[in-house]
């Protein structure tokens, strides 16, 4: 008899601690499950966040961008940076904000293929795209420089259906200044 009674009490001990580890296990699911939903709801929140700070900066940047067009007049100035060894052509409006550059090496031309006057007329018909697109009609060319492509990216220019006001050649001439560098020989 008390073999059996001892027997029953270790039984209901066993299923005490059973019932007690099941609970403890089911606590720890529950508290896992809560983690699991906190950190999910953070990462929600994050998500929020970095959408609204994309959206904010993509108003701000049409803002800008509205600010430049409705800045800007019909006239405009295009410099024509012509060297030995490459073209840049830089269109600004009245104030001098860049509106669109563009270069033969940014056309994709390499090493002497960026002095000749094709590269030019490419690199000419990009900005001239650009610059017609922020509403420029007029522009006053400003030339720089003794390379080739000079001639080819204004008569671009003018093929865009540019209005040129003016042609102005910069280009530096020393009053016998430095030594220039020695001539070549071809």
Not at 58 to 71: D, P, R
């Amino acid at each position: 008899m008390e073999k059996k009674e001892m027997e029953k009490k270790e039984m209901e001990k066993k299923e005490m601690e059973k019932k007690e580890m099941e609970k403890k296990e089911m606590e720890k699911k529950e508290m896992e499950k809560k983690e699991m939903e906190k950190k999910e709801m953070e990462k929600k929140e994050m998500e929020k966040k970095e959408m609204e700070k994309k959206e904010m900066e993509k108003k701000e940047m049409e803002k800008k961008e509205m600010e430049k067009k409705e800045s800007m007049d019909s006239i405009g100035k295009a410099y024509i940076n012509s060297t030995f060894n490459n073209i840049i052509i830089t269109i600004t409006n009245k104030k001098g904000d860049v509106i669109a550059w563009s270069s033969a090496g940014k056309m994709g031309f390499k090493g002497s293929k960026k002095n000749t006057p094709y590269a030019a007329q490419v690199a000419a018909a990009d900005v001239a795209e650009k610059g017609l697109k922020a509403g420029l009609k007029k522009l006053k060319v400003i030339v720089k420089g003794p390379g080739a492509g000079r001639d080819s990216a204004i008569r671009t220019l003018v093929n865009k259906n540019f209005t040129l006001l003016v042609i102005k050649d910069i280009t530096p001439i020393p009053h016998n200044g430095c030594r220039p560098p020695k001539r070549r020989r071809v």
